[in-house]
């Protein structure tokens, strides 16, 4: 806003008491001890004027009054607004019965990463339930630190809703490569205590049971919309937004002044013509900013729409993944560069003719420039080099 800018006054209301910080850190260095929360913080421009309104909960929008009901240690208040970025992200999802045992986790915050790195410190064996991003970039760093790690997945394949399934069971290999025990296609049935009050073990839906003295519940995220219920925003997995980044209501209309940005938001994807919700963190910085310039300019017929090409990263073992674009389970695939089984190679991504995604493995500046190749609409298969 200010970069456009903006020179009124700006509030941030945020219920985490940290001033803001990188999330990307949490399941990778600070998780293994190699930086510390100081480092992971986020650096404002001093010039950026915005009053932080920190450890303070959204409860309730009221869009006739332009108003939000915003509670913490202080009391109640009433927040009256002209315009509002939704950027409430995401929550972790968790298991019955996860709550009231000491030693399990879910990974989002600083505060969940550093009680995890506590506890990792007396532990000795780890089992990850969920072998998505987190989960697994949480089982190679627990295993760096001499941890003992088992994963456990439902999916037959890990990563196959980001990926598809032939991918997600190749990088899946990584687990097993470093020592990590992964076990694709198991329900679990059970959390059970050693009677004192902490986890002891993982009970299967087989009837098997893994040991564990700390256990991380990795299955996914919901985006963070529960103070918007009644509000009559629409939600669907998400604040539902046109191409602009423009809140809609339950009419489909556009409501005047109201953004959404970052993983809670799921815009209107012209290049993939869907409803796209991205859980990264570019499309987080890369939408807030986008989102911003709506509020002010407006965005709508005429001006250009939000259509990015999404690119994220994981880092396991030693390896880094990247992906660009949006995958669909059933998406061609070609080999463009290396091969499958060696730990470097590109992976396109083609439907309907057209080149939607890549996938990279230790080829970051490869990577990029097939991102440039989507943008710039290349047909698949592409030419071979
Ligand atoms: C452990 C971890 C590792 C990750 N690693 C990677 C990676 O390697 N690569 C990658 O591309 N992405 C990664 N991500 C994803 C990336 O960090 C997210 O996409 C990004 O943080 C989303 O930003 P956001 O601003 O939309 O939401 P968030 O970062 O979740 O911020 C939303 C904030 O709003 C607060 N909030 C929610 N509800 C309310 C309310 N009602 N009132 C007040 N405040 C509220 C939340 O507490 C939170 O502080 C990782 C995420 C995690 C958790």
């Known amino acids: 806003l200010r970069r456009e800018g903006f020179g009124g006054p700006i509030r941030v209301i945020g219920d985490e008491r940290h001033a803001p910080y990188d999330r990307p850190p949490l399941s990778k260095h600070l998780l293994a001890g190699k930086v510390t929360a100081a480092q992971i913080v986020l650096h404002p421009a001093d010039d950026l004027d915005v009053d932080w309104h920190l450890g303070r909960r959204v409860t309730g929008l009221d869009?006739?009054?332009?108003?939000?009901?915003?509670?913490?240690?202080?009391?109640?208040?009433d927040e009256p607004f002209d315009g509002?970025?939704?950027?409430?992200?995401?929550?972790?999802?968790?298991?019955?019965?996860?709550?009231?045992?000491?030693?399990?986790?879910?990974?989002?915050?600083?505060?969940d990463s550093l009680a995890l790195g506590e506890a990792l410190a007396g532990a000795s064996r780890l089992v990850v339930i969920g072998a998505g991003f987190i989960g697994s970039e949480v089982a190679s760093t627990a295993k760096s630190r001499g941890v003992d790690v088992t994963v456990l997945e439902a999916l037959p394949v890990p990563l196959a809703r980001a990926l598809g399934e032939r991918m997600g069971g190749v990088l899946g290999r990584l687990h097993g490569r470093n020592g990590v025990d992964l076990r694709c296609g198991v329900g679990v049935a059970a959390l059970e205590d050693d009677g004192a009050g902490a986890v002891r073990r993982v009970r299967l839906v087989d009837g098997t049971a893994v040991d564990a003295d700390v256990v991380v519940v990795g299955v996914g995220v919901r985006p963070a919309t529960d103070w918007l219920d009644d509000s009559g925003v629409a939600l669907a997995d998400g604040v539902l937004c046109d191409e602009w980044c423009r809140v809609l209501d339950h009419h489909g209309d556009a409501v005047p002044g109201v953004v959404a940005a970052g993983d809670v938001a799921r815009w209107q994807a012209r290049r993939f013509a869907a409803p796209l919700r991205v859980e990264h963190w570019t499309n987080a910085a890369e939408q807030g900013s986008f989102a911003a310039g709506t509020?002010?300019?407006?965005?709508?017929?005429?001006?250009?729409?939000y259509d990015?090409?999404?690119?994220?990263?994981?880092?396991?073992?030693?390896?880094?993944i990247q992906f660009v674009g949006h995958?669909?389970?059933?998406?061609?695939?070609?080999?463009?560069?290396?091969s499958l089984d060696d730990d470097r190679f590109v992976v396109a991504y083609g439907?309907?003719?057209r080149l939607v995604g890549a996938l990279g493995l230790n080829r970051p500046a490869r990577v990029m420039a097939w991102r440039a190749r989507i943008l710039d609409g290349a047909a698949f298969p592409p030419p071979t080099e």
């Open 63 to 77: 869009l006739p009054t332009r108003t939000l009901v915003v509670e913490g240690d202080d009391g109640r208040t």
């Open 84 to 111: 509002l970025v939704i950027a409430t992200g995401a929550t972790p999802r968790t298991l019955p019965g996860a709550d009231r045992l000491r030693g399990v986790f879910v990974l989002r915050t600083l505060d």
């Open 295 to 305: 509020l002010l300019h407006g965005g709508g017929a005429g001006c250009e729409p």
């Open 308 to 320: 990015p090409v999404p690119y994220f990263w994981s880092d396991q073992y030693r390896s880094k």
């Open 327 to 338: 995958a669909s389970g059933e998406d061609e695939l070609a080999v463009v560069e290396g």
């Open 351 to 353: 439907r309907d003719g």
